[in-house]
């Protein structure tokens, strides 16, 4: 049987197979924690109460099932600290996943929007609006996501330049915004920075750690591990099933792909 | 225009733009870090007017392919002008915060950006048999990390053989982090001397000179 004239169609049905089955009969393969989610856990539940968290917004709906779900255990577990939340987005699309957050994780009762976190929306200018917040928080987060303005947001009071930030844990797919802040926040100001990045980005930004910045939380799989260490598995922990056989699949193809083009080649060795 | 306006005063814009910027970053002193807030400033609001400056090209570029019929590619043209339109429109009239922009996001961008990053899913399974070959040492080499890099990730790979993950955090956090380390530093050294250049006016292609 030849693989590499192998009907296409019938990988594509073998590959949602192996997805949809651990995700209706979940095999609970045990999650390891990694040094990097630790790390950030620590750090956040250690942090002084009054705390202010930058907690960035920087990615779309691709990175949902990826990034995304560390993005929604972290803001879970910052809305559980008597720590204040002060969030943006440098992307257009990565608005209405601020949204997407707050409506899927359990906001505190006790937890007030204005008084404990607010949202700022979309702010242009990427590395330069970064440098122009570090220096002034007012100018630049004139209003915030409902047109509120930030001289009326109680929280926002004693929040006037970088200094006054204990954290920033930015979520995002691309290395454009995670520079920006290495460059105008960590280097002049040394303001740890943690990273939630899609699992395709991290070798990118492995280097970084642990000298500029704090932790590398890696895709579903380090947003999984921080899901279990807040003790609220949810969906990244019910998704590494999947991720799982579907990546095991990937492995198996290319053994089957290379063993196929080995022994092609001996034939047309053979053959001469 | 003259040489003077299209080359010469966006050159020295840039010089000094650039020259408070770095001097307000070693120098602490009022005047410079004024200036650096208020040339900030301006910057975030060129970018904002650069995205309008986008919107306004797309919309051109596709009204001429309207206009032309361009066989096989009018009619995107026609839908993208709309959706674009719909979601201009709303934006404006209420604001992005508003349920209606929300719910245009939530049940349209959503679903179809979420989909389309699925469908690597399959891409990635087709190449891993037709593609992904061990052609030298060098393609074998990077194919046995790139395997063991990704059973790192997926809990099986622990559960198969716990020497993987091991494996793996060794080639993320030594080849990996000693490479990268390098090119990163190699980068920043050409930076600054793109930076001068550019500085000093010996970089022109930002003013359309090549």
């Not at chain 1, 100018?139 to 409902?146: E, G, L, S």
């Not at chain 1, 990118?204 to 279990?228: D, H, K, W």
């Not at chain 2, 050159?11 to 870090?33: E, H, M, R």
């Not at chain 2, 596709?62 to 709303?90: A, C, D, N, Q």
């Given at each position: 049987?030849?693989?590499?004239?192998?009907?296409?169609?019938?990988?594509?049905?073998?590959?949602?197979?192996?997805?949809?089955?651990?995700?209706?009969?979940?095999?609970?393969?045990?999650?390891?924690?990694?040094?990097?989610?630790?790390?950030?856990?620590?750090?956040?539940?250690?942090?002084?109460?009054?705390?202010?968290?930058?907690?960035?917004?920087?990615?779309g709906?691709?990175?949902?099932?990826?990034?995304?779900?560390?993005?929604?255990?972290?803001?879970?577990?910052?809305?559980?600290?008597?720590?204040?939340?002060?969030?943006?987005?440098?992307?257009?699309?990565?608005?209405?996943?601020?949204?997407?957050?707050?409506?899927?994780?359990?906001?505190p009762?006790?937890?007030?929007?204005?008084?404990?976190f607010?949202?700022?929306?979309?702010?242009?200018?990427?590395?330069?609006?970064?440098?122009?917040?570090?220096?002034?928080?007012?100018?630049?987060?004139?209003?915030?996501?409902?047109?509120?303005?930030?001289?009326?947001?109680?929280?926002m009071?004693?929040?006037r330049?970088?200094k006054?930030?204990?954290?920033?844990?930015?979520?995002?797919?691309?290395?454009?915004?995670?520079?920006?802040?290495?460059?105008?926040?960590?280097?002049?100001?040394?303001?740890?920075?943690?990273?939630?990045?899609?699992?395709?980005?991290?070798?990118t930004?492995?280097p970084?750690?642990?000298?500029?910045?704090?932790?590398?939380?890696?895709?579903?799989?380090?947003?999984?591990?921080?899901?279990?260490?807040?003790?609220?598995?949810?969906?990244?922990?019910?998704?590494?099933?999947?991720?799982?056989?579907?990546?095991?699949?990937?492995?198996?193809?290319?053994?089957?792909?290379?063993?196929?083009?080995?022994?092609?080649?001996?034939?047309?060795?053979?053959?001469? | 225009?003259?040489?003077?306006?299209?080359?010469?005063?966006?050159?020295?814009?840039?010089?000094?733009?650039?020259?408070?910027?770095?001097?307000?970053?070693?120098f602490?002193?009022?005047?410079?870090?004024?200036?650096?807030?208020?040339?900030?400033?301006?910057?975030i609001?060129?970018?904002?007017?650069?995205?309008?400056?986008?919107?306004?090209?797309?919309?051109?570029?596709h009204?001429?392919?309207i206009?032309?019929?361009?066989?096989?590619?009018?009619?995107?043209?026609?839908?993208?002008?709309?959706?674009?339109?719909?979601?201009?429109?709303?934006?404006?009239?209420?604001?992005?915060?508003?349920?209606?922009?929300?719910?245009?996001?939530?049940?349209?961008?959503?679903?179809?950006?979420?989909?389309?990053?699925?469908?690597?899913?399959?891409?990635?399974?087709?190449?891993?048999?037709?593609a992904?070959?061990?052609?030298?040492?060098?393609?074998?080499?990077?194919?046995?990390?790139a395997?063991?890099?990704?059973?790192?990730?997926?809990?099986?790979?622990?559960?198969?053989?716990?020497?993987?993950?091991?494996?793996?955090?060794?080639i993320?956090?030594?080849?990996?982090t000693?490479?990268?380390?390098?090119?990163?530093?190699?980068?920043?050294?050409?930076?600054?001397?793109?930076?001068?250049?550019?500085?000093?006016?010996?970089?022109?292609?930002?003013?359309?000179?090549q």
């Amino acid at each position: 049987m030849n693989f590499k004239r192998l009907d296409r169609r019938y990988l594509h049905l073998l590959l949602i197979a192996v997805t949809v089955f651990p995700l209706l009969k979940p095999m609970g393969l045990p999650i390891s924690i990694g040094v990097h989610s630790r790390t950030l856990y620590d750090y956040i539940q250690h942090l002084p109460p009054g705390s202010v968290v930058l907690n960035v917004f920087d990615w779309g709906p691709a990175q949902i099932p990826d990034a995304g779900v560390g993005a929604m255990a972290i803001t879970q577990h910052l809305l559980s600290l008597p720590v204040k939340i002060v969030a943006f987005s440098q992307e257009v699309s990565a608005v209405m996943m601020y949204e997407y957050t707050m409506s899927r994780i359990k906001i505190p009762p006790d937890k007030k929007y204005g008084t404990d976190f607010v949202y700022f929306g979309f702010i242009a200018g990427l590395e330069t609006a970064l440098a122009a917040i570090a220096k002034d928080v007012h100018a630049t987060f004139v209003k915030d996501y409902y047109g509120t303005p930030v001289e009326q947001i109680p929280m926002m009071d004693k929040i006037r330049t970088v200094k006054d930030f204990a954290l920033v844990v930015e979520t995002t797919n691309t290395g454009t915004h995670v520079d920006g802040f290495l460059r105008q926040w960590k280097s002049p100001y040394g303001t740890p920075i943690a990273i939630n990045i899609g699992a395709v980005m991290v070798p990118t930004y492995l280097p970084y750690y642990p000298g500029q910045v704090l932790a590398v939380i890696a895709g579903a799989r380090g947003g999984s591990e921080y899901e279990l260490l807040i003790k609220q598995p949810g969906p990244g922990v019910a998704s590494l099933d999947a991720v799982s056989t579907s990546h095991l699949l990937v492995i198996i193809f290319i053994a089957i792909g290379n063993i196929q083009y080995f022994i092609e080649k001996r034939k047309r060795r053979e053959e001469r | 225009m003259s040489k003077v306006i299209r080359t010469d005063i966006p050159l020295l814009i840039i010089f000094f733009s650039g020259i408070v910027l770095i001097a307000s970053y070693f120098f602490p002193i009022t005047q410079l870090s004024l200036a650096e807030k208020e040339l900030s400033r301006w910057g975030i609001i060129l970018n904002a007017w650069a995205m309008g400056l986008g919107a306004t090209s797309l919309y051109r570029w596709h009204v001429g392919e309207i206009i032309k019929k361009t066989p096989g590619r009018w009619m995107y043209s026609v839908w993208l002008i709309i959706v674009m339109s719909v979601f201009i429109v709303v934006g404006f009239v209420w604001t992005p915060s508003h349920r209606v922009f929300v719910w245009l996001g939530d049940a349209f961008y959503l679903p179809i950006e979420a989909a389309m990053n699925a469908l690597l899913a399959f891409f990635i399974l087709t190449a891993s048999h037709r593609a992904l070959r061990a052609r030298g040492w060098e393609a074998a080499i990077l194919l046995l990390a790139a395997c063991i890099l990704t059973m790192t990730n997926a809990p099986i790979g622990e559960a198969i053989w716990g020497g993987i993950p091991v494996i793996g955090k060794w080639i993320l956090d030594i080849p990996n982090t000693a490479a990268s380390r390098g090119m990163i530093i190699c980068v920043a050294v050409g930076t600054i001397a793109l930076s001068i250049r550019t500085l000093l006016g010996y970089e022109r292609t930002q003013v359309g000179v090549q």
